[in-house]
């Protein structure tokens, strides 16, 4: 019984040491050997032989490498698979994003970081300074306020309070010239509602004016034409001799026009 029990320690103590037995691509990244690291941790995931934690190193690895992309991929590999730590994956991956400027991922990345561990603060703390690069500055003020909160004595508060002083003092400025821009924007309207009314004011008044000189020139028209008729009337009238010593009652007679002929 004693020696079942020994050789079960045994077996026991031969798997824990064989679950937390660094392989080659591991000893590769931790002499800081990032190439080599890549194409043996990538070895050792394709034959089984990873250890969970390889996607992480694959990934940093590739972060050493620059290739940001490569170990953003890496890290993703890590999140889809059981048994990996979320919470460092996200984290990481979350600075491969920001190195690439992908600034909308990376508060994504950090964001799940936070869901998993709400006192995870320096994942907090990157997504403020992602969302500063953003220029997401509302999320980015209230993200260093938690910060302080969660962590009162970070040697690097005095940096942060600035931070959050410039940025309140940009926001009381975007406020104001907000306020400026929508008083200006009223009265403009307001300005062009008064030269609408002022165009109009003048359309209806020239309009008016030719009313009035069409209304004078038709007057002028008739009084005209009535002064024209009268003439041709009062000239006919005078042409137009009844005078009985000049009437005769005989066919033959004509009648005797008695005036001298203003032709002659």
Known sequence: MQRKRIVILFLLLSISLFCFAETQGEKYFRSNKPSLAVTALEQEINNG????????????????????????????????LPGTDKKILSFNQGNAYYAMADYKNAAKAYSLTIAIDSS?????????????????YPSCIKDYELYLELEPNDPQRPQIE???????????EV??????????????????????????????????????????????????????????EDVANSLQNTDSTNMTSGAEDIIDYDYESELD
């Open 162 to 172: 600035e931070i959050l002083r410039l940025l309140r003092q940009h926001q009381e």
């Open 49 to 80: 032989t990873a250890s969970p934690d390889a996607y992480n190193y694959l990934g940093l690895a590739y972060f050493q490498l620059a290739d940001y992309k490569k170990s953003v991929e890496a890290f993703n590999r890590g999140l889809n």
């Open 175 to 232: 406020k104001l010239a907000e306020q400026k821009a929508i008083e200006d924007e009223k009265r403009r309207q307001e300005e062009d509602r008064r030269m609408k009314e002022e165009l109009e004011r003048q359309r209806i008044e020239e309009e008016n004016r030719l009313a009035e000189q069409r209304r004078r020139e038709e007057e002028e028209k008739r009084l005209e034409d009535e002064r024209r008729k009268q003439l041709l």
């Open 120 to 136: 995870f603060t320096k994942a907090l703390l990157n997504r403020a300074n992602t969302y500063l690069m953003a220029e997401d």
